[in-house]
C-alpha cells in the first residue's frame, strides 16, 4: 500500500550559487556527514548535493509535512547500496511522522530514485507499508 509519493527538481546552478555564497553552513545545515563526504569526493559535488537536496524534498512530500512539525533536513539521509542504488534512511521527527502513517502490523519501504542532467536534478520518493507481522 502506497502510504505517499513525493517528488523534486532542483536547479544545479541554485545549489552551486549556495555553495559560493554559503559555503560550509549550508552543508552542515542540511546533509549528514556521509552525504557531505560522498558528494565532496564526486566529480561535481554540487550536481551530487543537488540530487540529495532534491531527494529530501521529495521525501518531506511524501511523508506530508515538508520541513515542519519535526521534520528536518538531516533527519533524511541518501545513501547507496553496494550495488549504487539510492536508499533513503529517516531518523528523528522524519520517522517519527513515518511511523505515525504506518498502518498496524506493517513496515515501511522508501524507494528511491536520483538523476541528473546538467542544469536540473530530480528525486522521486516513494512510502510504501508492507505487511510485517500477524496476519501476513
Known amino acids: 500500500m502506497i502510504i505517499g509519493i513525493g517528488t523534486d527538481l532542483c536547479d544545479i546552478r541554485r545549489i552551486e550559487r549556495t555553495l559560493e555564497r554559503f559555503g560550509d553552513r549550508f552543508v552542515e545545515r542540511c546533509y549528514a556527514a556521509s552525504e557531505q563526504r560522498k558528494a565532496r569526493a564526486r566529480p561535481n559535488p554540487?550536481?551530487?548535493?543537488?540530487?540529495?537536496?532534491?531527494?529530501?524534498?521529495?521525501?518531506s512530500k511524501a511523508l506530508g509535512t515538508g520541513f515542519r512539525d519535526g521534520v528536518f533536513w538531516r533527519d533524511m539521509v541518501v545513501d547507496n547500496l553496494p550495488s549504487g542504488k539510492p536508499v533513503m534512511t529517516l531518523a528523528g521527527g522524519a520517522l517519527d511522522r513515518l511511523n505515525a502513517l504506518l498502518p498496524a502490523y506493517?513496515?515501511?519501504?522508501?524507494?528511491?530514485?536520483?538523476?541528473?542532467?546538467?542544469p536540473m536534478a530530480h528525486?522521486?520518493?516513494?512510502?510504501?507499508?508492507?505487511?510485517?507481522?500477524?496476519?501476513?
Do not use: H
Open 106 to 118: 506493517t513496515k515501511a519501504k522508501i524507494d528511491l530514485s536520483l538523476t541528473d542532467e546538467y
Open 123 to 136: 528525486a522521486m520518493v516513494i512510502i510504501s507499508a508492507e505487511p510485517d507481522g500477524p496476519g501476513r
Open 46 to 59: 554540487a550536481a551530487a548535493f543537488a540530487q540529495r537536496y532534491a531527494a529530501k524534498e521529495a521525501c
